[in-house]
């Protein structure tokens, strides 16, 4: 885990006010990234592959992503927990993950006042567009795409353990996750 200092400070309050649920430092000097996690992203049981700029091939080679954020000497990751009726509430599933793509919106919207540069990153694909321009023509929102830590090649239980907040919460819940790059120093 990173020390905090006042610029992280900062950015842990705006992730606080945003309605994140947890936040925690990681020095980008200990990520890892994982070619069994893109080999998950290839065999598509989310359906994102391919589709979008959010996801793999377009997001690049893993060892790119891994340059890409350690162009910057911290992650802040932050989460969001929702509720479920049970364990096979796929609604809630589903609604829980757009409403984690609104809150990282809603965070990157509010540093945008703050921080320059950085790099965000969310879950899942990128659903902002009814169509995406993939691969025909570039992204219509650059500056707000978040590409998924998984499609970075990131195994999130091991930023989840680095950056010391729970991967897990609990019975009937499911926790959604992001990530901000960005230089403290
Ligand atoms: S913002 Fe629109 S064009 Fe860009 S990746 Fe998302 S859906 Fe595609």
Redesign the pocket.
């Known amino acids: 885990m990173r020390e905090n200092t006042y610029l992280s400070e900062q950015l842990i309050k705006i992730a606080k006010d945003c309605g994140t649920y947890q936040v925690g430092l990681i020095s980008t000097k200990d990520l890892i990234v994982y070619p069994e996690v893109r080999d998950m992203c290839k065999m598509n049981t989310c359906r994102g592959y391919g589709t979008?700029?959010?996801c793999p091939p377009a997001v690049g080679p893993i060892e790119e992503c891994l340059a890409k954020a350690q162009q910057y000497d911290t992650m802040l990751l932050f989460s969001c927990k929702y509720d479920l009726e049970d364990s096979f509430d796929y609604e809630g599933m589903v609604a829980g993950m757009e409403a984690f793509k609104q809150l990282a919106c809603a965070f990157d919207h509010a540093l945008k006042q703050t921080l320059q540069p950085y790099l965000m990153l969310a879950n899942e694909g990128?659903?902002?567009?009814k169509s995406?321009?993939?691969p025909d023509a570039p992204?219509?929102?650059?500056d707000?795409?978040h590409a998924s830590l998984e499609a970075y090649g990131f195994n999130v239980s091991e930023l989840a353990r680095l950056a010391g907040i729970n991967y897990i919460n609990g019975q009937n819940t499911v926790t959604y996750f992001g990530a901000l790059c960005f230089n403290q120093t």
């Open positions: 979008t700029w959010a990128c659903h902002k567009c995406c321009t993939y992204c219509r929102f650059p707000e795409l």
